[in-house]
């Protein structure tokens, strides 16, 4: 029986890893490329090629959102990522390339290759829009973290595929040393059978002179649950999704304490990385004096509250008249109106000092 295969599971254990990275890293995505980014100009926002670009159709064969899509995911996982702007204007994400790097000079960018073509000249920091997400690739974290969770994972489903497995023993009539071809054909005999029983409801199996099958199976199933095996799943992805800075609970579902959940997520994770994007596209696209002058580009995030949600709060805003209607719409993220009406304060309720001779309040104390 020494000569005889055994029967060994070896499963790729990979699919826990790419369900964590992509879930994380998706979720990241799909914020930022709902995002809009305006191009302004002092007070007003224009819609000229560069804002087509960003928003709509950054190059022929992507649309705005695909592409921050696959920005996001290259510069988390590959801790950096290049966007060149081709000679037609189109912006292009660079599958692979050589950063040089330098201490006074520019960086220069060789061997720059999108998709299968690779480009011939180099780039200058100046030309290029470039971002590194952390001082450590996280890629490395997130090996490391599989190292243990994958190996841990593995032992756990080898468990619990055993936990109600039928096990069988083949009985040989055989006495003294076996040639070659009785080893073959006992190997075709245990190959055909475990193929029968594993792919097949019903299964019959044949009894051969001297070679008898039984099937050894108490009805007992000891072993972790499948509960386990989430459990190590779930742990596994809640890590990435730490370093990612991410809540779990967001990605779970749960609505308990949502919009405080959303709420810290924006703050500290997605308006982060937008502010990134910005000020390098800032540096790229506009020269000092014309940022100076008021030329820019800002990102308005996707809003997790709607302006009805915040009519309460605008109201009360704009009636004690600390902001005009034109500076809350800036604040909300819309677009300064022509109507002269909205640059004025107004105030429904007088909020008056009180009378230091007469120790009550004002006269006008009314509505106006």
Same mark, same amino acid.
Request: glycine share 6%.
């Given at each position: 029986?020494?000569?005889?295969?055994?029967?060994?599971?070896?499963?790729?254990?990979?699919?826990?890893?790419? $369900?964590?990275?992509?879930?994380?890293?998706?979720?990241?995505?799909?914020?930022? #490329?709902?995002?809009?980014?305006?191009?302004?100009?002092?007070?007003?926002?224009?819609?000229?090629? $560069?804002?087509?670009?960003?928003?709509?159709?950054?190059?022929?064969?992507?649309?705005?959102?695909?592409?921050?899509?696959?920005?996001?995911?290259?510069?988390?996982?590959?801790?950096?990522?290049?966007?060149?702007?081709?000679?037609?204007?189109?912006?292009?994400?660079?599958?692979?390339?050589?950063?040089?790097?330098?201490?006074?000079?520019?960086?220069?960018?060789?061997?720059?290759?999108?998709?299968?073509?690779?480009?011939?000249?180099?780039?200058?920091?100046?030309?290029?829009?470039?971002?590194?997400?952390?001082?450590?690739?996280? #890629?490395?974290?997130?090996?490391?973290?599989?190292?243990?969770?994958?190996? $841990?994972?593995?032992?756990?489903?080898?468990?619990?595929?055993?936990?109600?497995?039928?096990?069988?023993?083949?009985?040989?009539?055989?006495?003294?040393?076996?040639?070659?071809?009785?080893?073959?054909?006992?190997?075709?005999?245990?190959?055909?059978?475990?193929?029968?029983?594993?792919?097949?409801?019903?299964?019959?199996?044949?009894?051969?002179?001297?070679?008898?099958?039984?099937?050894?199976?108490?009805?007992?199933?000891?072993?972790?649950?499948?509960?386990?095996?989430?459990?190590?799943?779930?742990?596994?992805?809640?890590?990435?999704?730490?370093?990612?800075?991410?809540?779990?609970?967001?990605?779970?579902?749960?609505?308990?304490?949502?919009?405080?959940?959303?709420?810290?997520?924006?703050?500290?994770?997605?308006?982060?990385?937008?502010?990134?994007?910005?000020?390098?596209?800032?540096?790229?696209?506009?020269?000092?004096?014309?940022?100076?002058?008021?030329?820019?580009?800002?990102?308005?995030?996707? #809003?997790?509250?709607?302006?009805?949600?915040?009519?309460?709060?605008?109201?009360?805003?704009? #009636?004690?008249?600390?902001?005009?209607?034109?500076?809350?719409?800036?604040?909300?993220?819309?677009e300064i109106s022509d109507d002269p009406n909205l640059n004025v304060h107004h105030i429904t309720k007088n909020y008056t000092k009180l009378n230091?001779?007469?120790?009550?309040?004002?006269?006008?104390?009314?509505?106006?």
């Amino acid at each position: 029986m020494f000569d005889v295969d055994m029967f060994v599971d070896a499963a790729n254990r990979a699919h826990m890893k790419r $369900l964590a990275i992509d879930t994380c890293i998706s979720f990241l995505g799909r914020t930022i #490329s709902q995002s809009e980014f305006r191009v302004k100009n002092k007070k007003e926002f224009v819609q000229d090629e $560069l804002y087509y670009r960003l928003n709509v159709r950054p190059n022929k064969n992507m649309t705005a959102s695909t592409f921050w899509e696959k920005f996001v995911r290259k510069l988390i996982y590959d801790n950096e990522c290049l966007v060149i702007q081709a000679d037609d204007g189109d912006l292009l994400i660079a599958d692979d390339f050589q950063h040089n790097e330098y201490a006074v000079f520019e960086d220069i960018f060789t061997n720059v290759t999108v998709k299968d073509y690779l480009f011939k000249r180099s780039f200058k920091q100046s030309e290029v829009i470039h971002l590194k997400y952390r001082n450590d690739k996280l #890629s490395t974290l997130i090996d490391g973290l599989f190292a243990d969770y994958g190996d $841990l994972f593995g032992r756990i489903l080898n468990s619990q595929k055993r936990k109600n497995q039928v096990r069988g023993t083949v009985d040989m009539d055989m006495i003294g040393a076996k040639t070659q071809e009785q080893v073959t054909k006992l190997q075709e005999f245990i190959d055909n059978m475990y193929k029968a029983i594993g792919d097949k409801d019903i299964a019959i199996v044949p009894q051969q002179k001297g070679i008898e099958y039984k099937e050894v199976y108490n009805g007992s199933a000891n072993g972790p649950s499948v509960e386990e095996i989430n459990k190590v799943t779930n742990g596994f992805l809640n890590q990435v999704a730490m370093a990612i800075g991410i809540p779990t609970s967001l990605l779970y579902g749960d609505m308990a304490d949502v919009e405080k959940q959303t709420k810290n997520y924006m703050l500290f994770t997605a308006k982060p990385l937008l502010k990134k994007i910005s000020d390098e596209a800032n540096v790229k696209f506009f020269e000092m004096n014309e940022y100076l002058e008021g030329q820019k580009i800002e990102v308005k995030a996707v #809003s997790y509250q709607s302006i009805f949600d915040l009519a309460t709060s605008i109201d009360k805003l704009i #009636s004690s008249s600390a902001f005009t209607a034109n500076e809350i719409r800036m604040e909300v993220g819309y677009e300064i109106s022509d109507d002269p009406n909205l640059n004025v304060h107004h105030i429904t309720k007088n909020y008056t000092k009180l009378n230091e001779d007469e120790g009550g309040e004002g006269e006008n104390d009314g509505e106006t």
